[in-house]
């Protein structure tokens, strides 16, 4: 069985300061994790993914996300927000053993100010 | 440039009415998937297909059934449909074992 929690629906930061999103996975097998971004009316579009490489992941657009398996974690942050980073972000687990079928978390809705 | 296309953005249909919701990839893909898409609660899988005429249930199959002939084409069929219903619908691909999904822009679906 897996799951995902994205710890918070809404997330509001100033243009030019730090992004965090946070996402906690349970999984019984060797997981594969994903962020997703979707732009508002659009569909889905891959940042970034682990898949048992490095556990520092980087993206595009400045994301990445750090894989921690003692922790269960795998968040996603940018040094810098811009206010094209805007939209919902979803993380996703699929399990390599399991039936690669992915859960998502709920998502975080991100909002830029000026 | 890999495509996944949904064949309406937008769609308005009376209850009752069948509905048929179409998804094209032409990445060659093994995986199709259909969910839907409401506030608060994410993203949720209908139903799933891995390869042509295959398909199973997702977590949210009621009201629902599918139909995959070829390998690029999914449908996702509302046998009757209902309010609850209206929602966003995605639709996704995937190569058997890469995981990554490439996502169709959706279909906005509104049943009065």
């Known amino acids: 069985a897996q799951s995902v929690t994205q710890l918070d629906s809404h997330v509001s930061v100033s243009e030019g300061t730090p992004v965090l999103l946070r996402c906690n996975y349970s999984?019984?097998?060797?997981?594969?994790l994903f962020w997703y971004v979707q732009h508002p009316n659009k569909g889905l579009q891959l940042l970034l993914k682990?898949?048992?490489?490095?556990?520092l992941v980087k993206g595009i657009n400045g994301f990445e996300a750090e894989f921690k398996k003692s922790e269960t974690s795998f968040h996603l942050t940018k040094p810098s927000a811009h206010m094209s980073d805007a939209a919902e972000y979803f993380c996703?687990?699929?399990?390599?053993?399991?039936?690669?079928?992915?859960?998502f978390g709920r998502g975080t809705s991100l909002i830029v100010h000026p | 440039d890999v495509k996944v296309t949904q064949s309406s953005r937008y769609l308005v249909k009376r209850t009752g009415e069948k509905v048929f919701l179409e998804c094209v990839q032409d990445?060659?893909?093994?995986?199709m998937f259909w969910y839907r898409q409401d506030p608060g609660l994410g993203l949720r899988l209908i139903y799933f297909?891995?390869?042509?005429?295959?398909?199973e249930k997702g977590d949210i199959p009621e009201g629902y059934s599918v139909s995959r002939e070829k390998k690029e084409r999914f449908s996702l069929i509302l046998e009757s449909a209902s309010t609850n219903q209206t929602s966003m619908y995605l639709c996704?691909?995937?190569?058997?074992?890469?995981?990554?999904?490439?996502f169709g822009p959706g279909t906005r679906l509104l049943v009065l």
């Open positions: 297909s891995y390869d042509v005429k295959m398909k």
């Open positions: 990445m060659d893909h093994e995986n």
């Open positions: 682990y898949t048992s490489a490095a556990t």
């Open positions: 999984s019984s097998y060797s997981p594969s």
């Open positions: 996703v687990v699929t399990a390599s053993g399991g039936s690669y079928i992915p859960t």
């Open positions: 996704a691909s995937s190569n058997l074992y890469q995981e990554t999904q490439y």
